[in-house]
């Protein structure tokens, strides 16, 4: 089993709804939760982070994380074409400084 | 800020030759993380440093694969002799302080032939 599970897509919403990726990991030791959006050809950018259990709201994206259920979402309100991108979850682990990513779910924002 | 620098942006060589990837960190950032992405495996960590020095390098697939960092603003990963199956793009990130996330360069593309 992988350690941290995307469904790679692609995920496709019309513009305006709600986009809603999901991820999933292996190891109840983790600290840390990190969603990067990376556009073709380009590298990964963070644009969330949580590490509680619970909601964080960040303008039009929300994380959701539920550590018992080992699993972390990313919400995105209004999607607008420009969220077109592939998606990468991210997991950090307690006492390791390395970062594990899933293999990204893309998403496609139909005008 | 100039952000995570790399070089070259793009690569193509020869299978047997040695390849060699650069980077230099944001400045002040004392984690240093290189990363090979491709559509099969997605983005997987190769080694990281920290304070210059070598502390995962788990993920480095063979000995064919070697990463340096002499000082703290610069780092090389080398691959000789290269494949054709080591055909991917090559990230390095930085950080500051144990945790947290880091930024990313934008890449090497390296096509090995």
């Known amino acids: 089993q992988k350690e941290v599970e995307q469904n790679s897509g692609p995920l496709s919403v019309p513009e305006g709804a709600i986009a809603s990726l999901n991820c999933t990991y292996s190891?109840?030791?983790?600290?840390?939760f990190f969603w990067y959006r990376q556009y073709s050809g380009k590298s990964p950018e963070l644009i969330m982070s949580?590490?509680?259990?619970g909601d964080k709201e960040d303008g039009r994206f929300t994380a959701q994380l539920n550590k018992a259920s080992q699993y972390v979402s990313l919400l995105i309100r209004d999607s607008q074409p420009s969220d077109s991108a592939t998606y990468l979850c991210a997991v950090n682990y307690r006492g390791y400084q390395k970062v594990t990513f899933g293999t990204g779910t893309k998403l496609q924002v139909i005008p | 800020d100039a952000g995570v620098i790399q070089s070259p942006r793009h690569e193509v060589t020869e299978m047997g030759q040695e390849v060699t990837l650069r980077c230099k960190p944001i400045?002040?950032?004392?984690?240093l993380f290189w990363y090979r992405q491709t559509m099969m495996r997605g983005l997987e960590l190769l080694i990281y440093?920290?304070?210059?020095?070598?502390?995962?390098d788990s993920g480095m697939p063979e000995d064919r694969f070697s990463a340096k960092m002499p000082n703290a603003s610069f780092s090389t990963l080398k691959i000789q002799p290269s494949e054709p199956r080591d055909s991917a793009v090559y990230f390095c990130?930085?950080?500051?302080?144990?945790?947290?996330?880091?930024?990313f360069g934008p890449g090497t593309r390296l096509t090995v032939t």
């Open positions: 949580i590490y509680s259990n």
């Open positions: 990130a930085s950080r500051a302080g144990r945790a947290g996330q880091g930024a």
């Open positions: 440093f920290n304070n210059n020095v070598p502390i995962d």
């Open positions: 400045s002040g950032h004392n984690s």
């Open positions: 190891d109840r030791v983790s600290q840390s």
